[in-house]
Nanobody, 120 residues
Framework: VQLQASGGGWVQPGGFLDLSCTAS????????MGWYRQAPGKQRVLVAA???????DYTNIAKGRFIISRDNAKNTIALQMRSLEPEDTAVYYC???????????????WGQGTEVTVSS
């Protein structure tokens, strides 16, 4: 599978960014999907997930600020991020999540992430 996240960049605190992810084949439509992030010097963590049917599930990182969505026909998922804080600075990745919407292993296949920097 090939996964490509895009839409990252630099933004000031309180700002917003919209991330997008495309995948090869029918990977998105066949899987529960999620957004992950890895901050400098830290482990990759799950940010938000969405079922094949479109039900979102947010971690405390994302609740009230981020919105995850998917388009199975286009094989894409998106993450709208609002009220960004410096602590949100990280490389963001998309990938599948487990059947119970948990994170997958770092040993899974990962695509290229997109870097988000929040600073003044």
């Amino acid at each position: 599978v090939q996964l490509q996240a895009s839409g990252g960049g630099w933004v000031q605190p309180g700002g917003f960014l919209d991330l997008s992810c495309t995948a090869s084949g029918d990977f998105v439509s066949k899987n529960n999907m999620g957004w992950y992030r890895q901050a400098p010097g830290k482990q990759r963590v799950l940010v938000a997930a969405i079922t094949k049917g479109g039900r979102p599930d947010y971690t405390n990182i994302a609740k009230g600020r981020f919105i995850i969505s998917r388009d199975n026909a286009k094989n894409t998922i998106a993450l709208q991020m609002r009220s960004l804080e410096p602590e949100d600075t990280a490389v963001y990745y998309c990938n599948r999540v487990t059947a119970n919407l948990g994170p997958i292993s770092d040993y899974d296949v990962w695509g290229q992430g997109t870097e988000v920097t929040v600073s003044s």
